[in-house]
């Protein structure tokens, strides 16, 4: 049953600047996850690579409507979106087309704001997800923009790495800058620690610096590094699809109930805040 049942849905960007991090990979393996355990979820792919939509299946050939037609406005999120595999999942596919698309629409008035429209003019007509999660291409341009503006809040893939803290600064200015220009509901739902290593010191390092930082920010559940999540895409599956039991697996299960925990937190702080 979705904690989002007559609301509308939270709406989630996954973003880091830098590539690399496993942002895709947790945007596939995430959407996957909480459609698993009762979630209807829309993932909307806006990375040119289309990495997300080869991730759950949906060959380059499948995609005759993509976000690149969505951000254009020549067609609806009804049209765009598709059934994957995943029962309750949903996909806006993403094509190259977007790699154009900062181009035609530099001179709208309303360039940054695309996607929101497109999302409020579907759920305007058909509320029929709980959550909207955005994959985000690996930098700042206008369609990072669009999925900044149209966000309720960023999640962030963090590699346990030596330069994650530098980056990981780097991000919350923009999405602070975000806040005070285009969108000011904008804030950080929460920061997730991918390629986790629990035998390399560093990995351990990176966490308690980022725990240091910015506390609770930092999700207690952390993505290991696995085999299995690294080999799911090259099958088009998300990797709960193609091995369940393995540790990635339920690294992303458990991620999917602290997130729900998060947002359920967010709504009696939110109800409380109303009285």
């Known amino acids: 049953m979705s904690i989002n049942t007559n609301i509308r849905p939270r709406v989630i960007a996954l973003a880091n600047q830098k590539g ?4 895709t990979t947790t945007a596939i393996n995430l959407s996957t996850a909480l459609a698993a355990i009762g979630e209807e979820v829309l993932l909307v792919d806006l990375d040119p690579q289309g990495n997300a939509s ?4 949906i060959d380059a050939a499948d995609r005759p409507h993509s976000t690149y037609d ?7 999120l009804e049209t765009v979106a598709q059934t994957t595999a995943v029962p309750r999942l949903h996909l806006a596919p993403s094509t190259l087309d977007l790699l154009g698309l900062e181009m035609e629409i530099a001179d709208t008035s309303d360039r940054t704001h695309r996607l929101k429209k497109a999302i409020a003019a579907h759920l305007g007509k058909k509320p029929d997800f709980s959550y909207i999660l955005i994959d985000c291409p690996p930098s700042l341009n206008l369609i990072t923009l669009n999925a900044l503006a149209a966000a309720d809040s960023v999640l962030v893939p963090l590699q346990t790495e030596f330069f994650a803290l530098e980056g990981l600064g780097q991000l919350l200015q923009t999405v602070e800058q975000v806040k005070q220009t285009i969108n000011n509901e904008l804030d950080i739902q929460g920061i997730v620690l991918t390629m986790y290593d629990k035998r390399n010191n560093l990995s351990e390092q ?3 610096d980022v725990r240091e930082n910015l506390g609770d920010l930092l999700y207690e559940t952390v993505i290991p590094r696995n085999v299995r999540v690294s080999e799911a895409p090259s099958f ?3 990797v709960l699809l193609y091995d369940i039991n393995c540790s990635g697996s339920q690294a992303y299960l458990k991620l999917a109930s602290e997130l729900i925990q998060r947002e359920k937190s967010h ?9």
């Open 20 to 23: 690399g991090v496993g942002k």
């Open 236 to 238: 088009g599956k998300p």
């Open 206 to 208: 990176v966490r308690q």
């Open 54 to 57: 080869t991730g759950l299946g």
């Open 70 to 76: 969505l951000l254009t406005g020549a067609k609806t």
């Open 267 to 275: 709504f009696k702080k939110a109800a409380s805040a109303a009285e």
